[in-house]
Structure formats: C-alpha cells, structure tokens
C-alpha cells in the first residue's frame, strides 16, 4: 500500500473512532471538506484500493490568459513594493493618474497573482497606527516613476515618427 492510500485509510479509521463527524475529521487532519467528501464516495470499506489516485488531472486543459501587458503588470508590481503601506485602491489611484485605466476586477486578479509568485513584504502594524508609519522605498518610487514617465514619452515620439 502506498502511503497516500494509508493516509487516506487513517482519515475513514478516525471518522469512524470520532464518531462520522466529517468536519472533526478534515480539521485533524488539515484537509478541506470537500477532499474528504471526494474520497468518502469513492471509498469502500473491504477495497483499499478504492482509495488509489487515479492520477487524473482535474485542472483545466486552457486556462483564461491574462490580457494585460506585462508593462502594466510589472509597473503594479513596483507600485506594489514602494508602496507598502498604500491600501490597494490608492495603488489603483495612482495608476489612474499615471494613464493606466484597468478595472478594478483585473487589478486584483493581478495581484493576487502577483502574491502566489512571490509575496510581497508584509508590514504588521496594527490599523489606528496607519498614519504614524513611515513611507519606505519614496525615493525609489519617484526615480522608478520618473523612468516610467520618461519611457512613455519615448514611445509617443516613436509613434509619431513611425506615423510620418
């Protein structure tokens, strides 16, 4: 027997020893609810193999791409790290005045993609302390920015001229 079979053994022997409480047994054993239904279907008492993974993938063969350009996630991202202690509307404000109008459906979407890459730094201070906190990384957000206005502009003349 394997030892994902033997795991998932112990979580029907402890159900049965706790007396069937399913949500007892996925907080022991650290699993959600739904796995452990998943398994409790499949699962007959005199089969051990009943509880062998069939291996089939149930993530989706196309998955939805993100449509934004990757200036515009990189430029989130930077806003992101120089900006700790801005809440997420007022990053999305300031991408607003920098001519970048995304919705804020997308905005989210991107960071929460951005966070499963790689969280961001999180500073623990409590929420009536917010306005004795420093701005860390201000320097580095206005040379970044100053960057970003300068490319910008970089790329309008090249229309322009592309355009003649």
Request: aromatic content about 10%; proline content about 4%; some cysteine.
């Amino acid at each position: 027997m394997s030892e994902e079979v033997k795991r998932r053994q112990a979580w029907f022997e402890y159900y049965e020893e706790c007396g069937r409480n399913a949500r007892k047994t996925c907080k022991y054993f650290g699993i959600s609810p739904d796995t452990f239904y998943r398994w409790k279907k499949r699962y007959r008492p005199n089969d051990p193999s009943s509880l062998k993974d069939d291996k089939k993938s149930r993530r989706p063969k196309r998955t939805r791409q993100l449509s934004t350009s990757q200036e515009v996630i990189d430029r989130i991202k930077i806003l992101l790290e120089t900006h700790p202690v801005k809440n997420k509307k007022e990053i999305k404000d300031l991408l607003r005045r920098e001519n970048i109008d995304i919705s804020l459906s997308t905005f989210y979407r991107i960071i929460n993609r951005l966070k499963r890459q790689r969280p961001f730094q999180n500073h623990e201070t409590k929420r009536d302390e917010k306005n004795d906190r420093k701005i860390t990384g201000y320097s580095e957000y206005l040379s970044l920015l100053k960057l970003w206005k300068d490319n910008q502009k970089n790329r309008e003349v090249e229309r322009c001229n592309n355009r003649e």
